[in-house]
């Protein structure tokens, strides 16, 4: 499995359940403070200026302002905040990568569907969820996974929902399957503009 398919933390971090899996409140908190301070090493250890490093800046800054402004702040948070966690975890993995290749990670390209923190995707295969079929942009290992089943079935990363229950990633106001890191930043920035 590639870098980005493994989870910043032990086995705490996730549990499958049923066809999919999800993160706990532990591992979202815990994951987000140890990916940003992993990102904010890796920046402080050297690394020299550049594409690759402006957009880990980037990431990082951006990551910031959502546990500053909306996690720590309690305001307009989504599934009481783990939605946000999530996503500063999915930026500063991607700041990682951007590190690690020396290439800034295509702003376009969209996540994999079935968990962002798998990387972007390398393909699209037709899968179905809640009804509807249609072409969904997966990483490598998802797509082969997916190829080699006789019926695909969907395995869309949940996160904890208000009411103890768990509900997908992809039900926050950030993400969108279609599109990538430009569409995150663009999104906070929007959320920032109309507090």
Same mark, same amino acid.
């Given at each position: 499995?590639?870098?980005?398919?493994?989870?910043?933390?032990?086995?705490?971090?996730?549990?499958?359940?049923?066809?999919?899996?999800?993160?706990?409140?532990?591992?979202?908190? !815990?994951?987000?403070?140890?990916?940003?301070?992993?990102? *904010?090493?890796?920046?402080?250890?050297?690394?020299?200026?550049?594409?690759?490093?402006?957009?880990?800046?980037?990431?990082?800054?951006?990551?910031?302002?959502?546990?500053?402004?909306?996690?720590?702040?309690? !305001?307009?948070?989504?599934?009481?905040?783990?939605?946000?966690?999530?996503?500063?975890?999915?930026?500063?993995?991607?700041?990682?990568?951007?590190?690690?290749?020396?290439?800034?990670?295509? @702003?376009?390209?969209?996540?994999?569907?079935?968990?962002?923190?798998?990387?972007?995707?390398?393909?699209?295969?037709?899968?179905?969820?809640?009804?509807?079929?249609?072409?969904?942009?997966?990483? @490598?290992?998802?797509?082969?996974?997916?190829?080699?089943? !006789?019926?695909? *079935?969907?395995?869309?990363?949940?996160?904890?929902?208000?009411?103890?229950?768990?509900?997908?990633?992809?039900?926050?106001?950030?993400?969108?399957?279609?599109?990538?890191?430009?569409?995150?930043? *663009?999104?906070?920035?929007?959320?920032? *503009?109309?507090?």
């Amino acid at each position: 499995m590639g870098v980005l398919r493994r989870i910043l933390i032990g086995t705490g971090g996730r549990q499958e359940t049923g066809p999919f899996e999800r993160m706990t409140p532990r591992a979202l908190t !815990k994951g987000a403070k140890e990916a940003m301070a992993d990102l *904010r090493a890796r920046l402080d250890a050297g690394v020299p200026d550049g594409p690759a490093r402006a957009q880990a800046v980037t990431c990082l800054e951006t990551a910031d302002t959502v546990l500053r402004e909306f996690v720590h702040r309690g !305001k307009n948070v989504y599934y009481g905040g783990w939605g946000e966690y999530f996503l500063v975890i999915v930026l500063c993995r991607t700041g990682r990568t951007a590190l690690e290749t020396g290439v800034p990670v295509d @702003g376009t390209a969209p996540y994999c569907w079935h968990d962002p923190l798998h990387g972007q995707a390398a393909g699209s295969l037709e899968l179905e969820m809640d009804g509807e079929a249609r072409p969904r942009p997966l990483c @490598g290992d998802c797509l082969e996974e997916a190829r080699a089943e !006789k019926a695909p *079935r969907e395995r869309v990363l949940r996160l904890p929902y208000i009411n103890g229950g768990w509900t997908t990633y992809l039900g926050s106001t950030y993400f969108d399957e279609r599109r990538g890191l430009d569409h995150l930043l *663009r999104r906070v920035e929007e959320r920032r *503009r109309a507090r």
